[in-house]
């Protein structure tokens, strides 16, 4: 139901259009007859409420037009009128065919009832017995207007002779003062009130008249600054913005002289409330932190992805060189000691990488069984050396569970939670307090509310000694955005992606603070009985083949580790640092390979568009695409353009090993 409001002063139209939409009306507003004109005929309304005295066509015009239009005339029009209030203005507007008029201030109830009779009486309404008399003679409405008009004129220019004669208007300002929505008083030279309007008895709460202005509006004993007597000046009032503590809202004020004929000044105040409106700016000022928040995110993803291939690369050959190395060495030397740090150290890296690109929203989120004990034991030695000396770490790691997780993703919860503590110890220092304990729930269980499946779990407290967090502000922490640093000390991120991390793992945190005492962060993660290997992988006896191999890709480095990699597994291997070269080689010798593997980002051709034309060549090759980093292609767009397997570099030499096997063991299948 669209209902369309036609009022020239601001105010008593937006009041309208609130009070309407509030109650599920689509609302339209105009503010003279003209406008409203145009966007009836555009799209009718099923309602019209109208002012009458109005610039540049008033209602009573608007009303005639409407209803000599044969398409218009059957929207029921509401005159809401403070200044047309006669009998003669209520004959001449329901002669025109009006609906209802109403005369201003009415209760919003009452109005709201007044509408719904009128919408049930238009659809049982005849509009064809509308006085067509008053609907063809637009003479008599200008001549009405026009009587009107004058007798406002004349009163305005008497009022303006006899300024020091109030009490003589007193009936039309009463009348004007108590249709606003803004709160006004006025306020006699010995600071008592001599007049409220209605908004301003419902903001005090009762009828203040004849109390000092000072104290019932403030509250106050003493005479406030508010009053503001001293400061106004001959020419003008003088405007503030002000929080009352008497509502806690906050109030532009307005103050404006009464000059009396006595040479006393009296003061009239207007109260307009514009708490919404900056609660309005604020969260406009919300959301452009939040935009900017999200390009720097953006920022640092492009940034992520720009460096994760050559970073990637990189690391492939410190991985490939040391596993190459750890394959000759003696074992248990000090060699190999070495070696193993070395190859730990690029799996860290790697795993770092990771992280960023996850952080970033650039990179896929695998889950695997894993043990958080180890996971937690490798964080804290991370951070103890990294927080303030005036803090302790105390452990208690007992877990023995597994769990289905990405270890990136865990170490994130972790680094998260633990930075949150010395930060809140930072000051005064304290304890920081991790237990890591396997529990089980023989039945549902309920905490803070939430319930938690029966089952078993790896429960997790991190409890710190610091500050401690208000009760204002607890239920936040968790929302994106916010934080209680200071402006480049955080992002307002950390927990809200450790609980997206952990409930997506159908686990769940909890959080519980008193300021000055410190936090405890509890995570419940569901256990898995899923096993997994404790042997490191290059550790393992790998699958090998004698088939032949094409090796591509433009870094000369990782293209010699990986071709000592496959020919340690038995391989026969052929490599290419470019897509072009081994193309040609292709061309020339189609039968002569089993498997190709290739880099995806390559000058010239890509690794991709290199697989297209291989194909193109000879259908029933299986190829292997890796890459550092890419954007543009991943396992599924891969799979969908025949590619058997897809890996992300650096490719440690088992898992490598176990892709060729199982692509050339599918492509004799």
Not at 303 to 330: K, P, Q
Not at 407 to 416: A, C, D, E, L, V
Not at 490 to 515: D, P, R, W
Request: aromatic share 6%; net charge negative.
């Amino acid at each position: 139901m669209t209902i369309l409001v036609v009022e020239d002063t601001d105010d008593s139209r937006i009041l309208l259009v609130d009070l309407l939409g509030a109650q599920g009306y689509e609302v339209e507003s105009a503010v003279n007859g003209v406008e409203a004109l145009e966007k009836i005929r555009i799209a009718p309304p099923d309602i019209i409420i109208s002012d009458i005295l109005m610039p540049e066509m008033d209602g009573f015009e608007l009303c005639r037009i409407l209803k000599k239009d044969r398409q218009l005339k059957k929207i029921p029009v509401i005159f809401y009128t403070a200044t047309y209030t006669e009998p003669r203005d209520q004959k001449l507007a329901l002669s025109m065919g009006a609906a209802r008029f109403i005369i201003k201030p009415e209760d919003p109830g009452t109005l709201l009832k007044i509408i719904a009779e009128v919408m049930d009486e238009s659809e049982k309404c005849d509009p064809e017995n509308v006085n067509e008399q008053h609907m063809e003679n637009g003479v008599i409405v200008k001549q009405h207007r026009d009587a009107v008009s004058n007798k406002l004129y004349k009163k305005v220019m008497e009022l303006e002779a006899q300024k020091g004669k109030l009490k003589k208007s007193e009936k039309k300002y009463r009348m004007m003062m108590e249709s606003i929505t803004d709160a006004v008083y006025i306020c006699s030279p010995e600071r008592k009130i001599t007049y409220l309007n209605p908004a301003m008895k419902k903001r005090i709460g009762r009828d203040a008249t004849g109390e000092f202005c000072y104290k019932a509006l403030h509250g106050l004993d003493a005479q406030c600054e508010w009053c503001v007597f001293d400061s106004l000046k001959p020419d003008g009032g003088i405007e503030n913005d002000v929080f009352s503590p008497l509502d806690n809202r906050t109030y532009r004020i307005n103050n404006m002289p009464i000059y009396h004929d006595d040479n006393s000044v009296s003061k009239m105040s207007i109260y307009k409330d514009i708490t919404d409106y900056l609660e309005a700016v604020k969260e406009k000022k919300k959301i452009q932190n939040l935009l900017a928040q999200t390009q720097k995110m953006e920022s640092i993803g492009t940034l992520a992805g720009g460096i994760a291939h050559d970073f990637n690369n990189i690391l492939a050959s410190i991985i490939g060189y040391s596993e190459l190395a750890l394959g000759a060495v003696e074992k248990g030397s000090q060699m190999e000691g070495d070696l193993l740090e070395i190859h730990r150290g690029g799996l860290r890296a790697k795993e770092l990488v990771w992280q960023i690109l996850i952080f970033a929203r650039q990179s896929d989120e695998t889950v695997k069984p894993l043990k958080v004990a180890p996971l937690v034991k490798e964080t804290l030695k991370f951070i103890h050396s990294t927080i303030p000396a005036n803090i302790d770490i105390v452990s208690n790691i007992e877990s023995k569970y597994r769990i289905m997780g990405n270890p990136t993703q865990i170490h994130q919860i972790f680094m998260n939670l633990f930075t949150n503590a010395s930060h809140a110890m930072s000051r005064r220092g304290g304890t920081l307090k991790v237990d890591v304990i396997d529990t089980e729930f023989e039945k549902q269980q309920s905490i803070q509310y939430v319930a938690l499946a029966a089952g078993k779990y790896v429960k997790i407290e991190v409890s710190d000694t610091g500050e401690g967090i208000s009760n204002k502000i607890i239920d936040s922490i968790f929302d994106p955005y916010f934080t209680t640093k200071k402006q480049g000390e955080g992002t307002g991120l950390g927990l809200a992606v450790v609980q997206g991390i952990i409930e997506n793992y159908k686990g769940k945190i909890f959080v519980e603070s008193k300021v000055g005492y410190g936090s405890k962060f509890t995570v419940y993660l569901p256990s898995s009985e899923e096993k997994v290997s404790q042997e490191p992988e290059f550790q393992k006896k790998l699958p090998t083949g004698t088939e032949s191999i094409l090796l591509v890709d433009d870094e000369a480095p990782i293209v010699k580790a990986a071709k000592r990699s496959l020919e340690e597994l038995g391989y026969s291997v052929q490599t290419k640092i470019s897509a072009s070269e081994a193309l040609d080689l292709f061309k020339s010798r189609p039968n002569d390979f089993d498997l190709v593997i290739s880099d995806v980002t390559m000058p010239y051709m890509t690794g991709d568009a290199l697989a297209a034309e291989l194909m193109s060549i000879r259908p029933d090759i299986p190829i292997i695409l890796c890459t550092g980093y890419s954007k543009n292609i991943s396992d599924q767009s891969a799979a969908e353009i025949g590619i058997k397997a897809f890996a992300l570099k650096p490719v440690v030499k088992a898992d490598l090993a176990k892709t060729v096997r199982k692509v050339l063991d599918e492509a004799k299948g």
